[in-house]
Every structure is written in structure tokens, then in C-alpha cells.
């Protein structure tokens, strides 16, 4: 059942709920934690252990956790979450699960720093020292040890540099079957020594979601908000693929770029190696793209023949092309097939005007963000 959250000031009922209070009688300190809800003796682990109870009265012998584990009493937060989980403790007293092993997929952040300012960016950056946060990520994905994929995301979690590079190797000792998915905007790339340190670590696997948002550099460089972005970046997606690093290449429509769609994907096909796959995604009315959303935003069905036009350049000899956030009623029936289910559970719902559509099981449904001014409404296909 969907768990009903007030979120700017709509009641939104997500699929997967992340965020939670727990019991204020039972102080947990701040930080990364792993979830326990199996109390046996205390495991060996980078990240402290938190168990996890439903109710003050559970705790009694001869339920009580064994060793010097603390204590969080939350009901919902219990029943939401399986043993080893990972979660960051806020100085506030909430808890929000970081990674999950019910969750559809896994995401972590390890920076909020940036060199690029994009006009639509979900996650606006800051220049505040924050390499805590990469630090504790790699001891959350080597404590969660998931036999799939986690994404990694920023900000640019390549500005770290050599301290990147040092996190990879870290995951690949201590859980070299967990793939990665790093999100990043290319540009370190460029510089060829360092996209050789990067190519060099093998385990872990990995794959990198790199936008390109025009095929002309002004364009994309209006984009991004930085100046010589585009040279960068496509200098960078050039040396990765010479080197054989996986690329997922992104383009996010807007009302500044929808003609260019077409020319990004014949420039792939054209120029690029090593792009296993070019993802359009749908603008997501979160961070600075709620700003500028009205100056941004394009209903997917203006700009449909772009899409049409990049799904022919690449039919048969490209990379394969997916369409992920949209929701399927808002596509021409000709591009449905290419809709991916691709909204994190923790951000998605489904309107009640989606209850009766004969398509709700295969579609992607809204980000919870989307409610209010910048909900574009269901359109039923019974």
C-alpha cells in the first residue's frame, strides 16, 4: 500500500516511502548507518549498526539486540525495510533509507559539488567541502554488498579525482560483485591520463550516464550554465570510448533543444563509441528546474517528430534508445514501446485518473514532485 507524505503542501502517496521518525525516547546519533532487524551478535562492519524495533516494548528480554548496537523504535521504519539496509541518521532524528533491497533501484549521493550549472539540475550544487559523503558512501556499498547495480550520482563525483579513483578500488576489494552506475557530466574525461586511471579498475564494473544536450556547442553549453562544457565533454565521451568505458549517453528535452535530438543521436552513431545505450528523459520538476520550468518545459507530444526522427537515425545500426520518466499516456502510441518503468519508487506515484488504465502496470506513473503547478494530467487509456 502507498504511504501518504505531505510533501509541499500536497498529500503525495509514494510507492516506497524512504524518509521516517523514529521514537525521540531513544537517541541515535547522527550519521551512516546499517539497519538491523535480526538481533543476534554484533556483525563486523565499516559503517555503526542500528536496530531497528517496531515498538518500546519489543525491546524487552529476550528480544533485546546483543553487543553495543543502538536503538531506533519506529514501526513503519520496521516494517519498510529488510536486515542490512543503509540509512543516514539526521541530527533532526529522521532516518531516510539509503540504499534498500526492496527498493527498484539504489542511488547514492557523494557530492553536491559541481563545475557545470545546469538550468534543470534536480540536485543544485554547492561548494561546500562535502568528501564525508564519499567517504561514507564507499563503506555503504561495501556494508550493503548488493549482487546488482547501485548509481552514484553528484553533483560530479569526478572532481574527486585520485580520491574517486581510491573509492572504486575500495568497492572492487570488498564487494567486487556490486556493479556501479555513475552518473557524470564527462568532462574530467578530457583529460586522457585520468580517463586511463578510470578505465584501469576492473572489478568493479561499471557503466557512466554522461548527458550531451545539443550537437551544437552553444547550445549545450546554455545548458549546462559553463563555457566550453560541450568541448569538454565530447572530448571526454571520445577518450572513454577509445578506452572501452561503458557510456549510457543522456538528453533531456527542453524547449531549447527539442530540434536537437535528432542531431545528438546521429552524432553518436556518427562519432562515439562505447555508448551501449542514449536515454531521453523526461524533465523531472525538482531543484532549479521547478525555477525555470515554465521557460523549459515542452509537452513530449510537440516535440514527438524529434523523437520519431532520433528513433530513425538509429533503428538497426545505433545504440539502443529509451524514453524513461514519461508516462505512457503522454507519448504518441508509436513510442510507447520505448518507454522504460524509471522513476525510483521513492519519488513515484500514480493518480487516482490512473486506477482504470488498462497500460498503469507497464508505465513509468509521475514523480511525486510533480504535484501542484507542474503536474501535467493523466490522460486514461482504457
Request: charged residues 20%; negative net charge.
Amino acid at each position: 500500500m502507498p504511504e501518504r507524505l505531505w510533501k509541499g503542501g500536497y498529500v503525495t502517496e509514494v510507492i516506497r516511502p524512504d524518509l521516517f521518525r523514529i521514537d525521540p525516547s531513544h537517541t541515535v546519533s547522527p550519521g551512516f548507518k546499517i539497519l538491523r532487524v535480526k538481533h543476534g551478535p554484533r556483525k563486523q562492519t565499516f559503517l555503526n549498526q542500528l536496530s531497528v524495533a517496531p515498538t518500546i516494548e519489543s525491546l524487552s528480554e529476550p528480544n533485546r539486540p546483543r553487543g553495543d548496537y543502538e536503538v531506533a523504535v519506529s514501526e513503519k521504519l520496521f516494517e519498510s525495510i529488510e536486515d542490512g539496509d543503509i540509512a543516514i541518521v539526521s541530527e533532526r532524528g529522521t532516518i531516510r533509507v539509503l540504499l534498500s533491497r526492496k527498493a527498484n533501484q539504489n542511488t547514492l549521493l557523494v557530492t553536491e559539488q559541481c563545475d557545470n550549472r545546469c538550468s534543470f539540475c534536480s540536485q543544485p550544487p554547492k561548494d561546500n567541502d562535502d568528501s564525508w559523503l564519499l567517504i561514507n558512501a564507499a563503506m555503504a556499498v561495501a556494508d550493503f554488498g548488493l549482487n546488482g547495480t547501485i548509481g552514484i550520482t553528484g553533483g560530479e563525483p569526478l572532481l574527486y579525482g585520485d580520491a574517486f579513483v581510491n573509492f572504486l578500488d575500495f568497492v572492487a576489494e570488498h564487494t567486487p560483485q556490486t556493479e556501479l552506475h555513475i552518473l557524470s557530466n564527462g568532462r574530467a574525461f578530457s583529460n586522457l591520463e585520468f580517463a586511463k586511471r578510470i578505465a584501469g579498475r576492473n572489478p568493479p564494473q561499471m557503466t557512466f550516464g554522461i548527458p550531451l544536450y545539443a550537437a551544437i556547442p552553444q547550445i549545450h553549453d546554455e545548458l549546462v550554465g559553463a563555457r566550453g562544457a560541450f568541448s569538454e565533454t565530447f572530448a571526454g565521451l571520445i577518450n572513454a570510448g577509445n578506452l572501452g568505458i561503458p557510456i549510457e549517453l543522456r538528453i533531456i528535452p527542453t524547449s531549447k533543444n527539442i530540434q536537437e535530438i535528432a542531431h545528438i543521436v546521429e552524432l553518436v552513431n556518427r562519432c562515439l563509441s562505447s555508448v551501449a545505450q542514449i536515454s531521453i528523459m523526461n524533465l523531472e520538476p525538482a531543484g532549479w528546474a521547478k525555477k525555470n520550468w515554465s521557460q523549459l518545459y515542452e509537452d513530449p507530444m510537440v516535440y514527438k517528430d524529434a523523437l520519431l526522427a532520433a528513433l530513425s537515425f538509429s533503428s538497426g545500426s545505433g545504440p539502443n534508445i529509451a524514453l524513461f520518466n514519461y508516462p505512457l499516456c503522454h507519448l504518441p502510441e508509436e513510442l510507447r514501446s520505448y518507454a522504460v518503468k524509471s522513476i525510483s519508487d521513492w519519488k513515484n506515484f500514480y493518480p487516482e485518473e490512473c486506477n482504470e488504465c488498462s497500460l498503469q502496470d507497464s508505465c513509468t506513473g509521475f514523480f511525486s514532485s510533480s504535484q501542484g503547478k507542474f503536474h501535467q494530467s493523466p490522460r486514461r487509456i482504457i
